[in-house]
């Protein structure tokens, strides 16, 4: 069984670029979670979805960070513009629903290293 | 809100010995679950032990184990005959159970490293 996976693993862009972060979760799980670390910071959530929902966004720093799931399926996470302060790893992950046994356990993806300059 | 707070940056311990990492949390709910995340070099993060609150027993996976104080709101993760494909950087974490995004709160991070 693949596991999550995220594209691109590094992105360089300049302040005031776009750039567009790409997860595909596990086959099957209903849950989609966004994750980010800032260097020498906590791994932060960012948001949530279930299926093409988003359940949870109350971690999303700002209007510049905008989360899709289409159809259910993968998911992308669009900066716009980019901001020197939004580098950090980007992390995916997703866990099966609905909740029950462990289905509650999330399953990570190697993340992005996003370095605006 | 909920805070998971890792008090040592880093750590080494020989190869075969023993080593215990730390985490406190602070929490006002009863029903959570918490949580050692592993992250190799390189590699991705990968669950390691997990406990549920409501149980008294500690869990144990293997050569790890955590000791559960659930008064003190410590949750330590030992490392037993510790190996060089530990090291890594190990996140503790929680989330509250029950109805919600079961997203994770985490500490800041441990490096590990085993010293052959």
């Known amino acids: 069984e693949a596991g999550v996976t995220q594209f691109p693993s590094h992105s360089v862009i300049e302040k005031g670029q776009t750039v567009t972060l790409r997860c595909d979760p596990i086959s099957g799980h209903d849950n989609l979670y966004w994750y980010r670390r800032v260097m020498g910071k906590e791994i932060k959530f960012l948001l949530h979805?279930?299926?093409?929902?988003?359940?949870?966004e109350s971690g999303m720093p700002n209007n510049r960070f905008l989360a899709e799931r289409t159809g259910g399926t993968y998911s992308t996470l669009k900066v716009q513009p980019a901001e020197l302060e939004d580098s950090g790893v980007y992390f995916c992950?997703?866990?099966?629903?609905?909740?029950?046994?462990?289905?509650?356990?999330?399953?990570f993806g190697p993340g992005t290293r996003l370095t605006v300059t | 809100a909920q805070t998971v707070t890792q008090s040592q940056p880093e750590m080494s311990v020989q190869e075969a010995e023993t080593v215990t990492l730390s985490c406190t949390y602070d929490?006002?709910?009863?029903?959570?679950?918490l949580f050692w995340y592993k992250q190799p070099p390189s590699r991705q993060m990968i669950l390691v032990i997990r406990q549920e609150a409501y149980k008294q027993q500690n869990a144990t996976e293997n050569r790890f184990s955590v000791n559960f104080q659930k008064a003190a709101k410590s949750f330590s993760l030992k490392i037993s005959d510790s190996q060089l494909g530990d090291t890594a950087m190990y996140f503790c974490?929680?989330?509250?159970?029950?109805?919600?995004?079961?997203?994770?709160?985490f500490g800041k991070g441990t490096k590990l490293s085993v010293i052959p």
């Open positions: 974490a929680f989330t509250l159970s029950g109805a919600g995004s079961y997203q994770l709160t």
């Open positions: 992950a997703s866990s099966q629903g609905p909740l029950g046994g462990n289905s509650y356990e999330q399953y």
């Open positions: 929490t006002s709910e009863n029903n959570y679950y």
């Open positions: 979805f279930v299926k093409e929902s988003k359940q949870d």
